[in-house]
């Protein structure tokens, strides 16, 4: 499907990797398309990775919360539209594989029946290791350290990671709490390094403090203050190739110190900020 003019003048699209194997693209869109998009239709079954900002994916009737904690399926021939209800735009790592690895990759349970391949639900929340996997890919690609090889095994380990049972969550819930769920999400999504209170978030939802945490543990299986730092951490993953003053940017996502950043991130990706930029060959 060919996209109208105006559409593709608010994406650019960079390839990273094209193997028989895997073929990973960056796509980052400008966040004009405030409501929702002419419906657009991918081409191929794909893996999308949220890794800045958010957007909306609609299909149908089931609207889609697309930010850094998850992972959205684009499946071939399915029709979708886009909207941005948060300023700021988007980038994500679209991440497509022969179907016939796929077929391999993926648990059977979470395949829909049909002729062409595709994924019975709409998106599926990720681990941390799986966010870290996205930053290693991009980072390495994009300043070409990551060898051919290299970049193959750690996008494969990522789908593997991606559609595990204990490393991914699919959410299941009703309407009505999925969307109080993606409420919140947008206003967390909206300012990373405000410091919300419960009450404000419940606030801006419309529902008291105490059933929003209910729901969202329910809905996500994780608290909302887990959530939240998530977000920021995985902010500070796309990050770390621009900063020098790792405390500089610890407070430009809202940590109170260094030291709360440093930690906050070691317990969530298993090292500190200092030594992923390493680990990415982001510094020396």
Request: proline share 3%.
């Amino acid at each position: 499907m060919q996209l109208p003019d105006t559409v593709m003048a608010q994406f650019s699209t960079e390839l990273l990797l094209k193997t028989k194997t895997v073929t990973i693209r960056d796509v980052v869109c400008n966040g004009e398309c405030r409501h929702k998009s002419d419906e657009e239709c991918a081409h191929k079954t794909s893996l999308v990775y949220p890794y800045r900002g958010v957007f909306m994916r609609h299909v149908g009737r089931n609207d889609t919360v697309a930010e850094a904690n998850q992972m959205l399926f684009f499946n071939a021939a399915q029709g979708y539209r886009i909207s941005h209800p948060v300023d700021g735009g988007d980038a994500c790592i679209d991440l497509s594989i022969d179907d016939a690895l796929l077929a391999e990759l993926v648990p059977k349970d979470q395949i829909q029946p049909g002729e062409l391949f595709g994924f019975r639900r709409q998106r599926r929340r990720i681990d941390p290791r799986a966010q870290a996997l996205v930053a290693l890919l991009r980072h390495g690609l994009h300043r070409k350290a990551a060898e051919t090889l290299e970049a193959e095994t750690l996008a494969l380990t990522l789908v593997r990671r991606s559609l595990g049972e204990r490393t991914s969550h699919a959410a299941g819930a009703s309407v009505g709490r999925q969307k109080l769920v993606d409420r919140a999400k947008l206003a967390l999504s909206s300012d990373l390094a405000r410091r919300w209170t419960l009450a404000e978030i419940a606030a801006e939802v419309g529902v008291s403090p105490v059933y929003l945490t209910q729901v969202f543990q329910q809905v996500e299986a994780t608290p909302l203050y887990r959530y939240q730092l998530r977000l920021r951490l995985a902010r500070a993953l796309d990050l770390l190739g621009r900063y020098d003053d790792l405390t500089a940017l610890g407070l430009e996502l809202g940590f109170s110190s260094h030291s709360h950043f440093t930690s906050s991130f070691r317990q969530t990706y298993g090292q500190t900020p200092a030594e992923f930029q390493r680990a990415a060959r982001l510094r020396r």
